[in-house]
Nanobody, 124 residues
Framework: QVRLQESGGGLVQLGGALSLSCAAS????????MAWFRQSPGKEREFVAG????????MYADSVKGRATIRRNNNNQTAYLRIPILKPEDLGDYYC?????????????????WGQGTQVTVAS
């Protein structure tokens, strides 16, 4: 059974750093590109960042380009997302996804496995 488990969400400070992890099991991790998607209240789920099976190729949404970093560790079957300076538009539910192929894409239907999501909200 495939499982993608996100962690690292919760209450965060605007201007602070966000670090998310996605631990994968039950799949041949290095055969799949991995990606992070975000869904804000009232909005559709949108692509944030993706990384190829090898980690060499990365893709970012314009909203996070130059700010976010996606990486992966095939030895421990984990994908990561880091946004060092959080903006209000970064808030929402973050989902980890494994692609059908080894190459990332921006569309949801290119992803075959999904995590349950982790919520990122601002600390007052």
């Amino acid at each position: 059974q495939v499982r993608l488990q996100e962690s690292g969400g919760g209450l965060v400070q605007l201007g602070g750093a966000l670090s998310l992890s996605c631990a994968a099991s039950g799949l041949t991790f290095n055969e799949h590109a991995m990606a992070w998607f975000r869904q804000s209240p009232g909005k559709e789920r949108e692509f944030v960042a993706g990384i190829s099976w090898s980690g060499v190729t990365t893709m970012y949404a314009d909203s996070v380009k130059g700010r976010a970093t996606i990486r992966r560790n095939n030895n421990n079957q984990t994908a990561y997302l880091r946004i060092p300076i959080l903006k209000p538009e970064d808030l929402g539910d973050y989902y980890c996804a494994a692609a059908k192929t080894g190459w990332p894409a921006e569309t949801l239907d290119e992803y075959i496995y999904w995590g349950q999501g982790t919520q990122v909200t601002v600390a007052s």
